[in-house]
């Protein structure tokens, strides 16, 4: 074996070049550090828009069944819509939609509109951002081979949910969809998991006893997938900070009641540090 096959097969040399790109993805114009409002636009459509903190334009929810919001700013706002600039009236489609739009601000600020239970949003991203600024580095766990797990993923009956509580919706819980579940024994446990679905993935919401001492309090992600017969692998190593942990304009689901270990998984990332090493958001 050449020293060149075995870093890309060692474990903790993998981990580093994932984390590496981590970091950098986090910086992106449109990365978790560069949100600097998720304002939602409510009322009826055939009202005055209202302001979005930021950026220029009236913002006004489409009729229903619309994707998207309207915009009504004058062309020296500079406001560009999918690659047009705005001069009157303009509407800005959804994510939701086959054909998402992008919005334009400046050389550094953007935006999109995002869907949710309250309607839609408009998402305003800064690439030189206070918190982009002020990153340093995502503080992460040494490798720990303790915490690859080898589990079962056991699919669940069509449309079965599972309330997930979302840190800023008041103790309110949404209901998701959990497509199955993932069980797995360590050291005389056994535990019985729920993730939903993300993409091609499953999203898997924890926390466990190092959330709010050495690691993030609201909790972290892994994202996992299943093996066509069933079997699962879980690399906590890989576990990662929602991004409410990078922006306080993320809102992110919380760990239910099953996916709340009570021992320290001492693997993956654990805080957000700015450039002198303290947390960037205590």
């Known amino acids: 074996m050449t020293e060149s096959t075995a870093t890309t097969t060692d474990p903790a040399a993998l981990l580093a070049v994932y984390r590496a790109r981590r970091e950098l ?59 047009e600039v705005v001069d009157g009236e303009a509407v800005v489609r959804g994510k939701d939609d086959a054909a998402p739009s992008s919005v334009v601000f400046s050389d550094t600020v953007t935006g999109f509109v995002i869907h949710g239970d309250e ?61 199955g579940e993932i069980t797995f024994s360590k050291d005389g446990v ?18 466990d006893a190092t959330s709010g001492d050495t690691s993030y309090s609201v909790g972290r992600f892994l994202f996992v ?4 017969d069933g079997t699962i692998t879980l690399d906590f190593n890989r576990a990662v900070l929602p991004p409410c942990a990078f922006s306080y304009n993320f809102n992110c689901p919380m760990p239910p009641r099953q996916n709340r270990f009570a021992v320290p998984i001492e693997a993956g990332e654990k805080n957000v540090l700015n450039t002198q090493g303290a947390l960037l958001h205590p």
């Open 225 to 228: 997938a299943p093996n066509a």
């Open 25 to 83: 993805a986090v910086t992106q114009p449109q990365g978790n550090l560069a949100l600097v409002n998720t304002q939602w636009i409510t009322g009826d459509a055939d009202v005055a828009g209202q302001a979005v903190w930021g950026v220029p334009g009236l913002w006004s929810p489409l009729p229903e069944g619309r994707s998207g919001l309207k915009v009504t700013a004058a062309a020296s706002d500079n406001i560009v819509v999918d690659g």
């Open 190 to 207: 056994d535990y019985n998991l729920a993730a939903f679905k993300a993409g091609r993935a499953l999203q898997l919401v924890f926390a």
């Open 119 to 179: 309607g839609y949003a408009l998402r305003v991203w800064d690439a030189a951002s206070e918190d982009i600024q002020n990153f340093g580095s995502i503080d992460t766990f040494d490798y720990n081979r303790e915490w690859v797990i080898q589990g079962r993923f056991t699919q669940n009956p069509e449309g079965t949910t599972i309330g997930f509580e979302h840190l800023k919706d008041d103790g309110k819980t949404r209901e998701m969809v959990i497509p």
